[in-house]
């Protein structure tokens, strides 16, 4: 409930009577609902559920400190609503949809005030427990990184390989991928968002795996890149240009420094060493329970480090009809600097052919 009087202090500093809350991430994080339907009311002092006949009882096993109320065509949502809040109501205006917010503005009584991401700026900071389940899921990640590399060789597809990161990490607790899963093997390198073809691995490749699963809820990220084989000079350069880039700004991690600054450090190597055009992407970006979330991490990333973020550092070269190279950890920001919630090694793996 530590969540939601900090929401409650909020809603006191923007004078809002209450907050309505639908998107499935806000929802999830307010009340651990893990459905699909279903509305939260947070008043100054009480909290509601509001579902239909399909998910009361799941409510009443997930949100223990909320009041159900069950809805239906015959006792529509605003009318609940309508009971219990007077004054102004808080609501998504990221999330909710033009037809929602018509019938809302026309049946409620109170006040309808945009939230303007009042749950986000929450959520940027994780806490203990959030923490916990971030490095769960991130570990059975690198789990199955290692796994995989007994599994790529050549002749093996792309999807042969992400199926089967999906399979082994569902088989260790994960409920599924936190995105599309990219493979991109030898030129699909060159695509920084080339999800997982029908190619066939050849030998004197590079693969770019990037990667993560949900556990309850929390999603992880991670990117490697490995060599099936021997690869050219070039391409080994290329990755060594990235990995030093990826570690330099890693380094710089900490509380105060800006995304934008991240990107810079990593942006002005991979520039110096000749690749600027070829590092076209975003340094990184902040993860958790969405897979892209606040804070931005790139040259429009003005918002300041603080402890208990946690963004990922991908720097990336891509060069087509060569291939392509990417490195990622994902970092939670501490009180004094970072902790790299990614533990598989990042010097170039070579596998045999
Ligand atoms: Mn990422």
Same mark, same amino acid.
């Given at each position: 409930?530590?969540?939601?009087?900090?929401?409650?202090?909020?809603?006191?500093?923007?004078?809002?009577?209450?907050?309505?809350?639908?998107?499935?991430?806000?929802?999830?994080?307010?009340?651990?609902?893990?459905?699909?339907?279903?509305?939260?009311?947070?008043?100054?002092?009480?909290?509601?559920?509001?579902?239909?006949?399909?998910?009361?009882?799941?409510?009443?096993?997930?949100?223990?400190?909320?009041?159900?109320?069950?809805?239906?065509?015959?006792?529509?949502?605003?009318?609940?609503?309508?009971?219990?809040?007077?004054?102004?109501?808080?609501?998504?205006?990221?999330?909710?949809?033009?037809?929602?917010?018509?019938?809302?503005?026309?049946?409620?009584?109170?006040?309808?005030?945009?939230?303007?991401?009042?749950?986000?700026?929450?959520?940027?900071?994780?806490?203990?427990?959030?923490?916990?389940?971030?490095?769960?899921?991130?570990?059975?990640?690198?789990?199955?990184?290692?796994?995989?590399?007994?599994?790529?060789?050549?002749?093996?597809?792309?999807?042969?390989?992400?199926?089967?990161?999906?399979?082994?990490?569902?088989?260790?607790?994960?409920?599924?991928?936190?995105?599309? &899963?990219?493979?991109?093997? #030898?030129?699909?390198?060159?695509?920084?968002? %080339? +999800?997982?073809? *029908?190619?066939? /691995?050849?030998?004197?490749?590079?693969?770019?795996?990037?990667?993560?699963?949900?556990?309850?809820?929390?999603?992880?990220?991670?990117?490697?890149?490995?060599?099936?084989?021997?690869?050219?000079?070039?391409?080994?350069?290329?990755?060594?240009?990235?990995?030093?880039?990826?570690?330099?700004?890693?380094?710089?991690?900490?509380?105060?420094?800006?995304?934008?600054?991240?990107?810079?450090?990593?942006?002005?190597?991979?520039?110096?060493?000749?690749?600027?055009?070829?590092?076209?992407?975003?340094?990184?970006?902040?993860?958790?329970?969405?897979?892209?979330?606040?804070?931005?991490?790139?040259?429009?990333?003005?918002?300041?480090?603080?402890?208990?973020?946690? &963004?990922?550092?991908?720097? #990336?070269?891509?060069?087509?009809?060569?291939? %392509? +190279?990417?490195? *990622?950890?994902? /970092?939670?920001?501490?009180?004094?600097?970072?902790?790299?919630?990614?533990?598989?090694?990042?010097?170039?793996?070579?596998?045999?052919?």
């Amino acid at each position: 409930m530590k969540r939601i009087e900090t929401l409650r202090h909020k809603m006191i500093e923007q004078k809002l009577d209450a907050v309505l809350v639908s998107k499935p991430e806000n929802r999830y994080y307010l009340s651990g609902f893990t459905g699909s339907t279903g509305t939260v009311l947070i008043t100054r002092d009480e909290q509601f559920f509001l579902t239909d006949f399909r998910y009361t009882s799941q409510v009443k096993q997930q949100c223990p400190g909320y009041q159900v109320i069950q809805i239906s065509q015959a006792d529509p949502i605003y009318q609940a609503i309508n009971q219990k809040v007077t004054g102004t109501i808080g609501f998504e205006d990221d999330f909710m949809t033009v037809e929602n917010y018509g019938l809302y503005s026309s049946k409620l009584e109170a006040e309808m005030v945009p939230m303007k991401r009042l749950l986000e700026d929450l959520r940027v900071i994780k806490d203990d427990e959030e923490i916990a389940l971030m490095k769960q899921a991130q570990a059975i990640a690198d789990l199955a990184f290692e796994h995989i590399l007994g599994f790529i060789r050549p002749g093996v597809t792309e999807i042969e390989v992400a199926n089967e990161l999906i399979r082994f990490m569902k088989s260790h607790g994960a409920s599924g991928e936190s995105f599309e &899963i990219i493979v991109a093997s #030898g030129v699909r390198g060159a695509m920084p968002h %080339g +999800v997982a073809s *029908e190619k066939v /691995i050849q030998p004197g490749e590079l693969v770019t795996l990037d990667f993560g699963c949900v556990y309850r809820g929390y999603c992880s990220d991670m990117t490697r890149t490995v060599a099936v084989g021997q690869v050219s000079d070039e391409l080994q350069s290329i990755y060594n240009i990235v990995l030093q880039a990826q570690e330099t700004a890693l380094a710089a991690v900490k509380p105060g420094v800006t995304g934008q600054q991240l990107d810079t450090i990593a942006r002005d190597m991979i520039t110096e060493a000749g690749y600027g055009d070829y590092f076209g992407h975003g340094l990184g970006h902040g993860v958790g329970l969405e897979i892209h979330e606040r804070p931005s991490i790139n040259q429009a990333g003005s918002e300041t480090l603080r402890p208990g973020m946690i &963004i990922t550092d991908e720097p #990336g070269i891509y060069i087509d009809n060569l291939g %392509g +190279v990417r490195i *990622e950890d994902i /970092i939670l920001v501490s009180e004094d600097g970072y902790e790299v919630l990614s533990s598989s090694p990042k010097e170039l793996i070579v596998l045999p052919t």
